[in-house]
Nanobody, 121 residues
Framework: QVQLVESGGGLVQPGGSLRLSCAAS????????MGWYHQAPGKERELVAN???????KYVDSVKGRFTISRDNAKNTVELQMNSLKPEDTAVYYC???????????????WGQGTQVTVSS
């Protein structure tokens, strides 16, 4: 089994910054893509950004130029630096990872428990 634990959410004023962190632990052979999703009240969960094992990144258009995703393969962690935050960024943010637990490299998708980000004055 694999666990993803997020940290770093909170309340911030518009224009402010937050840094989210996610650490994976448990039965890990290799972690493929890691990413962050968010879900606002009444809306579906959607991708914010992801990063492959070799460092290729993808961002939703609304966060390009403001958010930066990074990962540390040695520590099995992924982070999301969020700058110039807007009220519309308010949501629960979830860490996501595609993890293989043994040499057969059959991977499964795992989710963190979510961390609340609120952008408000």
């Amino acid at each position: 089994q694999v666990q993803l634990v997020e940290s770093g959410g909170g309340l911030v004023q518009p224009g402010g910054s937050l840094r989210l962190s996610c650490a994976a632990s448990g039965s890990i052979f290799v972690i493929y893509t890691m990413g962050w999703y968010h879900q606002a009240p009444g809306k579906e969960r959607e991708l914010v950004a992801n990063i492959t094992k070799v460092g290729s990144t993808k961002y939703v258009d609304s966060v390009k130029g403001r958010f930066t995703i990074s990962r540390d393969n040695a520590k099995n962690t992924v982070e999301l630096q969020m700058n110039s935050l807007k009220p519309e960024d308010t949501a629960v943010y979830y860490c996501n990872a595609a993890v293989a637990s043994d040499y057969r490299r059959r991977w499964f998708e795992y989710w963190g428990q979510g961390t609340q980000v609120t952008v408000s004055s």
